[in-house]
DNA sequence: CTAAGTGCAAAATGTTTGCATACTT
DNA sequence: AAGTATGCAAACATTTTGCACTTAG
């Protein structure tokens, strides 16, 4: 029941701390640490399910597939916003104090606890928009 | 490019007009019309994908496969937000000022263009949170 | 007649599982 | 020693694609 302290979960928690990209898929993950400390992709899933259960990490279900997101116990995430153009499927994360006021206000004013980290808006980054599409 | 009008999309349409539930999987779809009219599963999802670009229908991506639920063209769902609470399901519509500023804020400063109507905030309503949960 | 849509089966993903072996405690 | 974790390959589930054929405009 315990969770046993491997080589290989160290790996993949390390990976997802270290991660220049808030989220990474399992696919991500695996295409790294099969260089160095070789660890399988079966193990990477069942590890990341783990930690999601344990909350240290945090999943979401995108189109091509879920990625992870390293939440290290205390919050994180919740701070910010998610923007995933439909043109080219970018997942865009949005740092900003005028996005930090919605959730309040949303709670206030219409009674929802917002949860940031669960919430996607949609739409076109500048690229697509200029691009045609 | 114009979309024909088959005996296969309007059979597809009809059911995620009628379905009382909101979100259907492409396979219930075709568990339902293989009895009847005999729609194949491909079909079944490149109508969906048209319909979703298309706007008539949104799409959700969730832990098993993805889910779709019918939007109707004609709403002025542009307009307003769309709130889903993850205890009960129910989907909330909100008209307000505040949350208007929100998408020319987006593109203004972060370049990304909100479409209002393909974006669903999660989070929990006032009866859920307060009943636990 | 041409463009678009359909069914089927095959293929491409992304994720999970069975099992023998190896590692932690 | 007992309980977990790992790797691999096979199994799965879902979604996509190639192709010959049908249908809508």
């Not at 260089?35 to 399910?49: D, F, H, K, P, W």
């Not at 205390?74 to 006021?101: A, M, N, Q, R, Y």
């Amino acid at each position: 029941m315990a969770d046993y302290k491997t080589k290989q979960r160290e790996l993949i928690l390390e990976y997802l701390k270290n991660s220049d990209r808030p989220h990474v898929s399992a696919a991500d993950i695996g295409a790294r640490l099969r260089e160095e400390g070789s660890v399988g992709l079966a193990t990477i899933y069942r590890q990341l399910e783990k930690m999601v259960e344990a909350g240290l990490v945090r999943k979401y279900n995108l189109d091509g597939g879920a990625c992870y997101q390293y939440v290290g116990g205390g919050e994180d995430c919740h701070e910010h916003f998610h923007l995933k153009c439909l043109g080219c499927g970018t997942l865009i994360h949005v740092d900003c104090d005028f996005l930090s006021e919605l959730g309040p206000h949303i709670l206030e004013h219409h009674g929802f606890l917002v949860d940031n980290s669960r919430t996607v808006m949609y739409g076109l980054c500048k690229r697509c928009r200029e691009g045609g599409q």
